[in-house]
Nanobody, 114 residues
Framework: QVQLVESGGGLVQAGGSLRLSCAAS????????MAWYRQAPGRQRELVAT???????HYAAFVTGRFTISRDNARNTVYLQMDSLEPEDTAVYYC????????WGKGTLVTVSS
């Protein structure tokens, strides 16, 4: 079964940027929609952004205009470019198809200080 490994998180000041990566152990070509999710402390996991195999993208309202999702099917990797970060973006970020159908990875922690 395909396993997912997220990386690229860290501590950043408000207004800063980070680029997250999600490396899959197998092909993501068979998953039409890949997505990034996040879970903040004490809150449920929520959908952040999706990217279809054809290149269409969709974003949650709270990140529209600030985050950019992309996927490299040849490298089995999904990216999330995060700009203009806000303290409210502090969370553990995960990738998975949409709807989720693979085991969740450990995620990567993003902490935004004010």
């Amino acid at each position: 079964q395909v396993q997912l490994v997220e990386s690229g998180g860290g501590l950043v000041q408000a207004g800063g940027s980070l680029r997250l990566s999600c490396a899959a152990s197998g092909s993501i070509f068979s998953y039409n929609v890949m997505a990034w999710y996040r879970q903040a402390p004490g809150r449920q996991r929520e959908l952040v952004a999706t990217a279809t195999i054809g290149g269409s993208t969709h974003y949650a309202a709270f990140v529209t205009g600030r985050f950019t999702i992309s996927r490299d099917n040849a490298r089995n990797t999904v990216y999330l470019q995060m700009d203009s970060l806000e303290p409210e973006d502090t969370a553990v970020y995960y990738c998975n198809p949409s709807p989720p159908m693979l085991p969740w990875g450990k995620g990567t922690l993003v902490t935004v200080s004010s």
